[in-house]
């Protein structure tokens, strides 16, 4: 199985090849340098989850379709298999275990939020919605100035098309599941 970074790097490179767009092009419409784009394109980067949305905005695809995996008629997901994508200086790992590589309109993520971590998202695309569980863990979730706490055994829904924000507030790595809904 390719690592993460070489399926994020086939798919960055094969969708803006279709779109017909330059490096040039994608770094003025994503606002990510074209260095570090080539970087990324070549497997040899270690793009952070806010440079991957920044991307699939600027092509204005959803955020999945830079983490979709080759197609199988069925699959077995070992998240201890998967690379994460990595923020707050790898605090937050977000593990994509089904991601919308079938225009399902939905993925499925798997989180772990260290101790103290936070992660300050970008808006998804147009009418996207976020469902998350957390099975371990309080979270502080932040959305349209408003703070909510989701702790172990909670859930929450909220419209994820806007900026958000992700803290653990408390000192034990938070475990949680995700699901974005794209309509």
Do not use: C
């Amino acid at each position: 199985m390719d690592s993460m970074n070489q399926i994020v790097a086939k798919n960055i490179k094969r969708l803006r090849e279709k779109n017909k767009l330059s490096m040039d092009e994608l770094s003025k419409l994503s606002g990510v340098s074209k260095s570090m784009l080539s970087q990324i394109e070549r497997g040899e980067g270690n793009p952070t989850i806010s440079t991957l949305w920044k991307i699939s905005n600027g092509m204005n695809v959803p955020f999945d379709a830079l983490t979709v995996r080759p197609e199988s008629p069925y699959e077995i997901v070992k998240t201890s298999e998967l690379q994460p994508l990595l923020e707050d200086g790898g605090k937050v790992k977000n593990y994509s275990i089904f991601p919308d590589d079938d225009n399902r309109r939905f993925a499925v993520y798997y989180l772990e939020l260290d101790g103290g971590s936070y992660w300050e998202s970008e808006p998804h695309l147009r009418g996207t919605t976020e469902f998350i569980t957390i099975f371990k863990g309080n979270i502080e979730i932040e959305t349209e100035g408003q703070r909510f706490s989701v702790a172990t055994g909670e859930s929450i829904r909220f419209k994820a098309d806007r900026v958000h924000s992700y803290r653990n507030v408390g000192d034990e790595t938070a475990i949680l599941h995700m699901i974005l809904f794209n309509p």
